[in-house]
Structures are given as structure tokens and as C-alpha cells.
């Protein structure tokens, strides 16, 4: 073959190069060939026609609802825009369940954190081999479980004929449990049956989804600054304050984010172990079934996503995500 003939091959496109496919399959491929963003739309668009018709677009009704109000006389949504369902939220007995849920997710958040921090900070930086298998199943272990089959069991636990109360009884403290269902807000009948209960429930549940981002949060951090944080003379105190805590709060976030979160919406556990005192989950339920006031469910649907609005610009502000 002549120079003038292989320099021709090599600047041929390649579609003259290459033999063509015919059929619909091969005129297909060509075009992908050609087009290569073309496939990537095709390839995206299930997806993104997923995210935003059914998850966003149903997000859009809900908010598009929450500016209805509800006909006094008839019962029927009026389908005018209004801002007074959301100024009903503003109402004693509404605003009341907000912050009674926010309190507690709060709560549940910071007890989280407590409880999380020891167990992640043990497996991120002692725990090897067959005891970080361990600890990976110890942690899981709850979340294979059926989530009401839990709850179930905690409200067994915490009844008057319970375990708890029984263990308590052995050691004659039963003084300090009736001491603290005598409290206001806190207590009630039994612990089964109290915001005490649904606290304990909430950490429980919650409490995973707070050690496993802590503890990869905490695999992160050399062990050499905890070291070099003790040799300069700081005490255990000012190395967690100053090295580990700032280092560990990208998991912190990560996990209270979903410990949020989750009390805020959860409908369950208030509603199996909680009191008469509702909380916004039970308060959308309620209001969408038993009264029919669509639009005061939505607006009190439309608070979490709010709430988690707020928090979340502010761990952005704080810098809470860059090591993410």
C-alpha cells in the first residue's frame, strides 16, 4: 500500500473505516458512537423523570395544598390561596405539637451523640480484624429487624410488668422510676406509655444511623495529631475539644442529620409508646384521616422540610460538609 493510501486510512473518519452494522441495532449504535451525551441523557432520564415528576412533583402538591384552607361550614377544601392554614400552625395547640417534636428530636439527637461517640471512637480506633466484624453486625444487627417488632418489644420492656421495672424492683430503686413518671411533661402511668419511653425508643432506633458516619469520621483522623496533641501537654479534654471533636463533626452532622430528621417525622413510635400529646407525624395523620383537613396536614408536613432547611444551610455556613 502506498504512503498516499495509509495516510488517506488514518484520516478517514471512522465510520468509512469501520463496517456498518445495519438494522435498527446498528443505526442505534452508530448514533451513540456520534452523539455520546445523547446516551448519557437516555441513560439519565429514568432517573431524573423519577426525581422530579414523582418525588419533587409530590413534594410540589403537598406544598401547593398547604396554601388551601378548609370551608368551616362544608368541610371542603377551598381552593383559593390563603396563608391562614399556615397561620392556624401559629395556633396554642398547633405550635405546641412543633415545638413538643422539635424538643425531642433535639433530644434524641444530642443523647445520640452521647451514646454514638464512645462506641465509634472504640471500633474507629482500637477495634481491628474479627472485633470490627463485630462491631459492624452489633451495630447492624438492629436494622434487619422489623422496625415495628422493635418498638413492640420496647413498649414490652418498658411496661409496668416489664423487665425494666421487674430489674428495678430486685435492686429497691423502684422509688426513682415512680419518682420520675410523677414529673410533668416527662412522665405518666408507666414508662411504656411516656414521653420518657418514646425518648428511649427514638434513641434506640435512631442510634446507628449516628455510629456509622461518626466512626468513619473518626477513621479519618490521624492518630498522630492525638498523639502530638499529648505530647505538647494537652489534657484528654483539650484534645477532644480542639483535635477530635472539630475533626468528627462531619460524621456528627452527618448522623444528626438523619436523627433529626427522622424524630421529626416519625409517626410510629409517638403513636405505640408516646401520650395523648401528639407530635407532628401523628398531627399530619390526624388531620388528613380523622378531621379531613388536608390542607393544616400539609402545612404541618411542610414544617420538617423547613426545619431541616434551616439546619442544613447552617451546617453549610459552619463548614460542617467540606470533609465530607
Do not use: C
Amino acid at each position: 500500500m502506498s504512503i498516499a493510501a495509509v495516510t488517506a486510512t488514518r484520516d478517514a473518519p471512522a465510520s468509512a473505516i469501520l463496517p456498518a452494522r445495519g438494522g435498527i441495532l446498528g443505526a442505534l449504535s452508530d448514533l451513540f458512537w456520534r452523539r455520546p451525551r445523547f446516551l448519557l441523557v437516555l441513560m439519565l432520564m429514568p432517573p431524573l423523570l423519577w426525581l422530579g415528576v414523582v418525588y419533587i412533583g409530590s413534594l410540589f402538591a403537598l406544598l401547593l395544598q398547604s396554601f388551601f384552607s378548609i370551608d368551616e361550614f362544608s368541610g371542603l377544601v377551598n381552593r383559593q390561596f390563603t396563608l391562614k392554614t399556615y397561620a392556624d400552625l401559629f395556633q396554642a395547640a398547633n405550635f405546641d405539637i412543633i415545638v413538643r417534636t422539635v424538643t425531642m428530636a433535639t433530644l434524641v439527637t444530642l443523647a445520640s451523640i452521647a451514646v454514638a461517640f464512645p462506641i465509634a471512637y472504640y471500633a474507629a480506633r482500637y477495634a481491628q480484624g474479627r472485633w470490627k466484624a463485630l462491631f459492624y453486625l452489633a451495630v447492624m444487627l438492629p436494622l434487619w429487624s422489623s422496625y415495628l417488632v422493635k418498638i413492640y418489644a420496647w413498649k414490652l420492656i418498658l411496661a409496668k410488668e416489664g423487665i425494666l421495672t421487674w430489674f428495678l424492683a430486685k435492686l429497691h430503686l423502684m422509688w426513682v422510676l415512680d419518682g420520675w413518671l410523677a414529673l410533668p411533661y416527662v412522665g405518666g402511668n408507666s414508662l411504656s406509655v411516656s414521653a420518657t419511653g418514646t425518648f428511649i425508643a427514638f434513641v434506640y432506633v435512631w442510634l446507628p444511623f449516628m455510629i456509622l458516619p461518626m466512626q468513619a469520621a473518626l477513621e479519618r483522623v490521624p492518630g498522630n495529631l492525638v498523639e502530638a496533641s499529648s505530647d505538647l501537654g494537652a489534657s484528654p479534654g483539650q484534645t477532644f475539644r480542639n483535635v477530635l471533636f472539630p475533626l468528627a463533626l462531619p460524621g456528627i452532622v452527618a448522623g444528626s442529620i438523619f436523627t433529626f430528621s427522622l424524630t421529626l417525622g416519625d409517626y410510629i413510635i409517638p403513636q405505640i409508646i408516646g401520650t395523648s400529646r401528639l407530635f407532628i407525624g401523628q398531627a399530619v395523620y390526624s388531620q388528613q384521616g380523622t378531621a379531613g383537613n388536608i390542607p393544616l396536614a400539609a402545612a404541618f408536613a411542610v414544617v420538617p422540610i423547613v426545619i431541616m432547611g434551616v439546619y442544613l444551610w447552617g451546617a453549610k455556613r459552619m463548614g460542617a460538609f467540606d470533609a465530607l
